[in-house]
C-alpha cells in the first residue's frame, strides 16, 4: 500500500453509505449485492429490470472511472491460481446464502439500521476475514 491516501477511502466510504441510504430512502429496498443477484435470477417476478439495471451499473462504474480518471484505480496483481480462485467465489457465495446476505447487505445497509442479524453477521465476516489473512500471511 505505498499510494494509501485516506481522503479518498473516506470520500468512497461516504459516497457508498449515502448511495445505500438513498437506494433505501427510494426504493424501500436493501442494496445487498448478493439478495439483488438472487433476485436477477429469477426473470419472472414483479421489478426484474431494475436489478439487471443495478448490476450492469456496478462493472459500469469502474470502467467510467477507469476511463476518467484512471490515476484512481489501483493496480492489481491475482496471484492465486484459477481453482483457487474458484474455490474461494464458492466459499463466498456459500456463505453469504448462509448468512443470508452479504457484506454490503449487512455490513453497509443493516449495521446503520442497528439490525442484529447484521451486527453479528458483520462480526462474524471480519472475524473470519481477519483469521484468514493471519493464516495466509503467518502460517502458510
Do not use: D
Amino acid at each position: 500500500m505505498e499510494n494509501f491516501t485516506p481522503w479518498t477511502g473516506l470520500i468512497g466510504g461516504l459516497m457508498i453509505g449515502l448511495s445505500s441510504a438513498f437506494f433505501l430512502l427510494t426504493t424501500g429496498r436493501i442494496s445487498g449485492i448478493s439478495g439483488i443477484i438472487e433476485g436477477a435470477m429469477e426473470p419472472g417476478q414483479s421489478g426484474y429490470g431494475w436489478q439487471i439495471v443495478y448490476l450492469l451499473g456496478l462493472p459500469l462504474g469502474a470502467t467510467m472511472v477507469g476511463m476518467f480518471l484512471p490515476q484512481y484505480l489501483p493496480e492489481i496483481k491475482v496471484t492465486a491460481s484459477w481453482p483457487v480462485l474458484a474455490l474461494a467465489g464458492f466459499i463466498a457465495g456459500y456463505g453469504a446464502r448462509l448468512g443470508n446476505g452479504c457484506t454490503s447487505g449487512h455490513g453497509v445497509c443493516g449495521l446503520p439500521r442497528l439490525a442484529p442479524r447484521s451486527i453479528i453477521s458483520t462480526v462474524v465476516f471480519m472475524s473470519v476475514a481477519a483469521l484468514t489473512v493471519f493464516v495466509t500471511r503467518h502460517v502458510f
